[in-house]
């Protein structure tokens, strides 16, 4: 195998964002390993720097991570692709925050890849970028996402370039190896 494959992402920097309780396990470590074994540089930022007690299946507990940055300290700018993971609680409380809205904009204004699993697009909802998008994601979200102007549809995954920005979404853990195909493939482009 050459160096070239092994290290094929890495002059790429991933910002993952998440809250310190309630990230759905392997939606943050599956993706954030894939993509450090495959050379990028991948910031996990959270709302403080506690660990990151992560859950299984929203209800059983699983690993705890820790954080490399708060997300008021994220210079979004400085990163290639933003991944959001998902888990109920970990969503729903990430779009609350003012620092994700800011984070989220920057990507969406500067044309850079936005990666939303499962409850993940509540954070892009939250600040108005789903409308004129196609994307997928856990199914309770449909009529969030329908309401916001987007439209759902149940796939494994969906890459949307709509409004000059690839958007790439997933339903569950189910389909990680779609997501981070996908990841892999918008990264590989740009």
Same mark, same amino acid.
Not at 38 to 42: D, E, I, L, N, Y
């Given at each position: 195998?050459?160096?070239k494959s092994t290290n094929a992402l890495e002059d790429r920097r991933i910002l993952a964002i998440v809250t310190n309780y309630g990230v759905?396990?392997?939606e943050l470590v599956v993706p954030v390993k894939h993509l450090r074994d495959? @050379?990028?540089?991948?910031s996990v930022a959270a709302v403080s720097a506690d660990g990151i007690r992560t859950l299984v @299946?929203?209800?059983d507990p699983g690993e705890t991570v820790r954080p490399d940055l708060t997300l008021d300290e $994220?210079?979004?700018a400085a990163y290639d692709l933003l991944l959001v993971p998902g888990g109920t609680l970990n969503a729903d409380s990430l779009r609350l925050e003012d620092a994700t809205t800011r984070i989220v904009s920057s990507f969406a204004a500067s044309g850079r890849p936005v990666a939303a699993i499962c409850h993940g697009p509540w954070a892009l909802i939250e600040g108005g970028y789903i409308e004129g998008k196609t994307l997928t994601s856990y199914a309770s979200l449909r009529t969030d996402i329908t309401n916001a102007g987007g439209?759902? $549809?149940d796939k494994p995954v969906v890459r949307d370039d709509a409004a000059g920005w690839p958007l790439i979404t997933?339903?569950?853990p189910g389909d990680l190896e779609d997501f981070v195909g996908?990841?892999?493939a918008v990264l590989a482009e740009s």
């Open positions: 195998m050459s160096t759905e396990q392997d495959h @050379g990028a540089q991948v @299946g929203d209800r $994220v210079d979004p439209t759902w $549809v997933s339903r569950n996908e990841i892999d």
